[in-house]
């Protein structure tokens, strides 16, 4: 489907990506973040984001997540 010619179409594709991501998204001290925002605030690859968000006790903090390896 071309954007171009169906421009209302772009909207919904934008719409869809955006509340697909949330879905994935993670509380970090009461605020919503993707594993890409949060790789890219910690200077990390994606990868490295989503293994240490998935091995740190929650609720999540940022110095927490910037620590290499868990306690």
Request: overall charge positive; aromatic content about 8%.
């Amino acid at each position: 489907m071309d954007v171009t010619i169906y421009p209302s179409h772009a909207k919904c594709l934008r719409r869809a990506g955006l509340a697909r991501a949330q879905l994935f998204a993670h509380v970090i001290e009461g605020k919503r973040y993707t594993t890409a925002q949060v790789a890219e605030i910690l200077g990390i690859s994606r990868s490295a984001a989503y293994d240490r968000i998935k091995r740190r006790h929650h609720p999540l903090t940022w110095a927490g997540l910037q620590k290499a390896r868990t306690p």
